[in-house]
């Protein structure tokens, strides 16, 4: 017994959980957002336009160029992507595939159907919590009954579907006027699955999107090919395999992070040897070191062909808040425009570095 206790995988897990314990502003975070279910806020109001009026950009460096847009998840802070889009909208770039996963592939699925950057986020803006998040509370309170058996998940996604039906219909992944992928994880399985234009054509948009947003032990799987499926960004947070294995006609990289540090650096724990209950302080970085890693790996793959933007600091967005930002809308606006602002500032840079 006290060998499996140290072996590798489970000594993880007990880092994992001290620093859960350790964690106090998640428990605040995650109170947050169980409030947010049971009394749900007014949506946004929007004071005024929701982006500045159109602004030609000229970017020499992307002239010509085929631009893939690779979206990290991050809940509802993923929003600021459409931000991002309108800013490469106004440089007039021509997007040749879009990756997503989780929060992202929500916010930017409608833009892959032909929205625009504007429509886009007028249609997210205008979700009611009703809209997108279906609580099964009957089902939670028969859990002690039933031991268990037969829960996977508090909220269904089936409103997310009917929501993106409704505004995009049921066109298949196949056929959309930009190539669309998300990634989710077969959970029965453990494997990664790429869902989009070229790997699953057949399939509905709306049905990619509900499956891609299914965070695991949250909301309950979603069922692709007789396995139980759910949200791919608990394996690989920035997913650029489909684009780079599917569309080598494009020729750069958009990259839009609002999950981790910049880069995908890690979280600075330097000193934590030298402080009291000092394995602790250091617990927090095995919980995401695989993940991270994960994401250098394909940030690499593109790296020497990728202009990466970070809209939101990782403060603002770290760890569990990220199903406090899924629930509450009162910040999308800011998210919108602040993805906007800072793709613009991006751009600019990038026309600046070319011409020196």
């Known amino acids: 017994m006290l060998a499996r206790l140290l072996a590798p995988l489970p000594v993880k897990h007990v880092f994992h959980r001290v620093a859960n314990v350790m964690d106090l502003d998640a428990d605040r975070s995650f109170f947050r957002a169980a409030r947010l279910l049971l009394s749900p806020e007014a949506p946004p109001e ?8 159109f ?18 998840g991050g809940g509802g802070a993923m929003v600021c992507a459409v931000g991002v889009a309108r800013a490469l909208e106004e440089a007039g770039v021509e997007i040749g595939g879009i990756s997503t996963c989780s929060g992202s592939a929500m916010t930017l699925a ?6 625009d950057a504007e429509q886009t986020a007028a249609f997210l803006l205008g979700f009611e919590q009703r809209d997108y998040i279906e609580p099964e509370w009957r089902e939670l309170l028969k859990l002690p009954f039933a031991l268990g058996r037969g829960f996977t998940g508090l909220l269904n996604t089936e409103a997310i579907g009917r929501l993106y039906e409704k505004r995009l219909g049921q066109v298949p992944v196949g056929d959309l006027p930009i ?11 453990n494997r990664l699955l790429y869902l989009g234009t070229r790997t699953r054509p057949e ?12 965070l695991p032990l949250f909301m309950r799987p979603f069922e692709v090919d007789g ?28 990259g839009v992070n609002a999950f981790y540090p910049e880069n995908f650096r890690g979280e600075d724990h330097t000193g934590w040897h030298r402080a009291t209950f000092s394995i602790f302080r250091v617990s927090p970085q095995t919980q995401m070191c695989q993940h991270l890693e994960a994401a250098r790996m394909q940030l690499r793959r593109i790296q020497d062909r990728c202009l990466m933007i970070h809209p939101l600091p990782y403060e603002e967005i770290k760890g569990i808040r990220l199903y406090e930002q899924f629930i ?18 991006e751009l600019e840079a990038l026309e600046g570095a070319q011409a020196s």
């Open 46 to 53: 929007i004071d005024g336009d929701i982006f500045p009026p």
């Open 55 to 72: 602004a030609p950009l000229h970017v020499p460096a992307l002239e010509g160029k085929k631009v893939g847009l690779v979206a990290t």
């Open 110 to 115: 409608p833009l892959s159907a032909g929205l």
């Open 179 to 189: 190539p669309f992928y998300a990634n989710v994880w077969d959970m029965d399985h």
């Open 203 to 214: 399939m509905p948009l709306p049905r990619v999107v509900r499956a891609a947003v299914t």
């Open 227 to 254: 396995a139980q499926c759910g949200d791919g960004g608990i394996v690989n947070i920035f997913p650029v395999d489909p684009l780079v294995d599917n569309h080598p006609e494009i020729d750069f990289y958009i």
């Open 328 to 345: 509450d809308r009162r910040p999308w606006l800011d998210f919108i425009r602040r993805g906007h602002q800072g793709a613009r500032r």
